[in-house]
Nanobody, 122 residues
Framework: QVQLVESGGGLVQAGGSLRLSCAASGRTFSNYQMAWFRQAPGKERELVAAISRFSSTYYADSVKGRFTISRDNAKNTVYLQMNSLKPEDTAVYYC????????????????WGQGTQVTISS
């Protein structure tokens, strides 16, 4: 089992940038597919980006070209670099992981962090 802890959220103006980090416990982090989800008030949780064990990536259309997911297996950490932020990016962002290999756009994950708030002001 893996525990996930997100950090890096905050309040920024539209057009700004943030980098979220997700630190994972355990020795088998490199075997996990990892992802970032977000949930805005009154909306369903949505998959934002995912990364495979070999660093193949998937992005939701709404963030393509603005967000970058990456991982550092030596640090047991996955990142989400968010640029050109928009007010509609405001949400709680969650890190997720799974050991079962699925297509990256599949949104079924087994392990979840507690979430970090991202607020974009206009």
């Amino acid at each position: 089992q893996v525990q996930l802890v997100e950090s890096g959220g905050g309040l920024v103006q539209a057009g700004g940038s943030l980098r979220l980090s997700c630190a994972a416990s355990g020795r088998t982090f490199s075997n996990y597919q990892m992802a970032w989800f977000r949930q805005a008030p009154g909306k369903e949780r949505e998959l934002v980006a995912a990364i495979s064990r070999f660093s193949s990536t998937y992005y939701a259309d709404s963030v393509k070209g603005r967000f970058t997911i990456s991982r550092d297996n030596a640090k047991n950490t996955v990142y989400l670099q968010m640029n050109s932020l928009k007010p509609e990016d405001t949400a709680v962002y969650y890190c997720a992981g799974r050991v079962v290999i699925r297509q990256l756009e599949n949104n079924r994950y087994d392990y979840w962090g507690q979430g970090t708030q991202v607020t974009i002001s206009s």
